[in-house]
């Protein structure tokens, strides 16, 4: 009878005693594990921080596949093409639904300026999803030194620009003027100049006009919606959402000068407020005609 017990006993016993044997960092590992999708579930802050560390860890990752993919071409707009393919699945990762309006606007044989608004990094996303044919962004001179993806960025062609020195950011963008027409590039500049997430647009700086107007090329206005239902840096809110992406009809610059250039500023940014005011009217929950 008692060796009976004893056999009952054995298995919880030599359990316990196997559990005592862990190591503390076999322990932490099982508090992680347990720990990790409890906090993640539990804790918006928590699931903020990790989509954040997840989306540029895997960008940098991404990189690495595309970096020697870009390199058999050297610095080339083309591998512009090789990025985009890499970063076009991450929507789905992220739950986020993409809707684009106004495709046909795109419909241009030669260059032009696209200008889009500055919500945060997340743009990359509706970048990516309309990003036309040898179209390069221009980026501030930090980005190239963001490891992996800076790399990947100077190999695409991207145009990068020192924001503290404005001479020196101007005259790159003179160049810019002369190679779209040259090589038939066209560039993307966010006018804002900064990530901005107040709801609005700030006040456009002029070096994306002053670009279209020196190589006599469209501007072209792309609008991406508030992110506010699905991301909030402020609130660190990362849920999944919609965003809408409308690419507006181009402004022509023919016969403008520079300047013409404040007003061409102006008018931009006023179409492109109307088109944001009103996809924000538009968002799920929201009396079409009321107010933000
Ligand atoms: C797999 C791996 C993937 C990796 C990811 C890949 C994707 C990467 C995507 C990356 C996305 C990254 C996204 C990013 O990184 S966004 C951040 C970087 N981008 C920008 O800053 C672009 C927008 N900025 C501008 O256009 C500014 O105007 C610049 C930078 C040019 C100067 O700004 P600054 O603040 O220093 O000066 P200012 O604006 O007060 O101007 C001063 C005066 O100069 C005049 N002026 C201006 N320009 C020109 C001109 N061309 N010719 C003649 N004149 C010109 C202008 O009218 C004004 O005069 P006035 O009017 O007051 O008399
Ligand atoms: C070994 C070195 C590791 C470095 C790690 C750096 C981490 C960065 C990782 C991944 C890069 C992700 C690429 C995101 C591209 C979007 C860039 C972006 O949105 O830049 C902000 C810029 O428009 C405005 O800047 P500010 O709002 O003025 O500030």
Same mark, same amino acid.
């Given at each position: ?58 960008? !940098?990752?991404? +990189?690495?596949? /595309?970096?020697?993919? %870009?390199?058999?071409? =050297?610095?080339?707009?083309? $591998?512009? &093409? ?60 930090? !980005?190239?030194? +963001?490891?992996? /993806?800076?790399?990947? %960025?100077?190999?695409? =062609?991207?145009?990068?620009? $020192?924001? &503290? ?128």
């Amino acid at each position: 009878m008692s060796s009976n017990v004893v056999k009952a006993a054995s298995p919880l016993a030599s359990a316990v005693t196997g559990a005592m044997e862990l190591s503390v960092a076999q322990w932490l590992l099982v508090v992680c594990l347990v720990a990790f999708p409890l906090l993640y579930e539990w804790s918006v802050t928590f699931k903020y921080f990790c989509k954040m560390a997840f989306y540029n860890g895997w960008i !940098l990752t991404l +990189a690495i596949l /595309a970096i020697p993919i %870009c390199a058999v071409r =050297g610095r080339n707009v083309e $591998n512009m &093409k090789v990025l985009r393919f890499m970063l076009l699945h991450i929507k789905y990762l992220y739950g986020i639904k993409i809707e684009v309006r106004g495709w046909e606007n795109f419909n241009i044989k030669e260059p032009y300026v696209v200008v889009s608004n500055h919500q945060s990094s997340l743009d990359l996303l509706g970048m990516m999803e309309i990003l036309p044919g040898r179209c390069v962004p221009i980026a501030k001179r930090e !980005l190239m030194y +963001a490891g992996t /993806a800076g790399l990947a %960025c100077w190999l695409a =062609g991207v145009i990068f620009i $020192n924001r &503290k020195k404005t001479d020196d950011a101007i005259s790159v963008m003179s160049e810019a003027a002369e190679t779209m027409l040259k090589e038939d590039v066209r560039v993307w500049v966010f006018p804002e100049g900064t990530r901005n997430h107040s709801g609005s647009l700030l006040a456009f700086k002029r070096g994306a006009f002053h670009l279209a107007v020196q190589a006599q090329v469209p501007v072209i206005p792309v609008v991406m919606s508030s992110y506010k239902d699905f991301y909030c840096k402020k609130e660190k809110k990362f849920t999944t959402g919609k965003c809408t992406v409308r690419i507006l009809p181009g402004v022509s610059t023919r016969g403008l000068s520079p300047d013409d250039v404040p007003d061409l500023t102006d008018r931009v940014r006023g179409l492109m407020l109307d088109a944001f005011s009103q996809m924000s009217n538009e968002r799920p929950g929201k009396e079409p005609g009321g107010g933000h």
